[in-house]
């Protein structure tokens, strides 16, 4: 198994920009969740999604939009990009069914400017 | 609201010595509480977790951590540190409820000296 992948893993925006982070897994994993780090203040929820189809606001969702129309691909969607978005993108995925953890990709850097 | 305080940026200990991370939590009900461990340029990987039972638990790495409820901790600890330990320690806490998120906190940088 892959597990949890995402492109590109690099990324500079010009302000105004829009662009899509592509996430996937290959565990079927039903829950799937988009976080972004920035230095000194822990890992922030976005967006989530338990199923396909469905999804959910997280604590900082403005700015950004997702979709779920497949259990394995959860992409995070920034239209008009501003420099606050400049971070490092997390996308995790759990099996709702077990243990609880979830299982993170290696990040996509995001710079805006 | 759930939320996860550590309150130290950085911890700094020799090889072969005691190493603690400190983690507080509150949140309704009973926690679920997790520790990843994030090394340079990665992304964060699973360590251990208490969902129920014994308070003391065992995972990866020679890590363990200690639930206290009355005090609402969950201290990371191992016995004896390794340089290959330096790394970003997460703490994080959920509701064990519906679709309850997880909520990490700010994170504690482990530097292990030689």
């Known amino acids: 198994n892959a597990g949890v992948t995402q492109t590109p893993k690099f990324r500079i925006l010009k302000i105004g920009q829009s662009m899509t982070l592509q996430c996937a897994q290959d565990m079927n994993h039903n829950y799937m969740y988009w976080y972004r780090q920035d230095p000194g203040m822990g890992l922030k929820l976005i967006y989530y999604?338990?199923?396909?189809?469905?999804?959910d606001k997280g604590e900082v969702p403005n700015g950004y939009n997702v979709s779920r129309s497949t259990t394995e691909d959860f992409p995070l969607r920034l239209e008009l990009a501003a420099p606050s978005q400049t971070s490092v993108y997390f996308c995790?995925?759990?099996?709702?069914?077990?243990?609880?953890?979830?299982?993170f990709g290696p990040g996509t850097r995001l710079t805006v400017t | 609201a759930q939320s996860v305080a550590q309150p130290e940026d950085q911890v700094n200990v020799a090889e072969g010595n005691p190493l603690t991370v400190k983690c507080t939590y509150s949140?309704?009900?009973?926690?679920?509480l997790f520790w990843y461990v994030q090394y340079p340029n990665r992304g964060l990987q699973f360590l251990l977790k208490y969902i129920t039972g014994d308070n003391l638990v065992k995972g990866s790495y020679g890590f363990e951590a200690e639930f206290n409820k009355s005090q609402t901790s969950f201290h990371l600890k191992k016995p004896s540190a390794l340089v290959s330990d330096s790394a970003l320690y997460f703490c994080a806490v959920r509701a064990n409820s519906g679709y309850s998120t997880l909520t990490f906190g700010k994170g504690t940088m482990l530097l292990v000296s030689p």
């Open positions: 999604s338990v199923g396909a189809g469905i999804t």
């Open positions: 949140v309704s009900g009973n926690p679920y």
């Open positions: 995790a995925s759990r099996d709702p069914g077990s243990s609880y953890e979830q299982y």
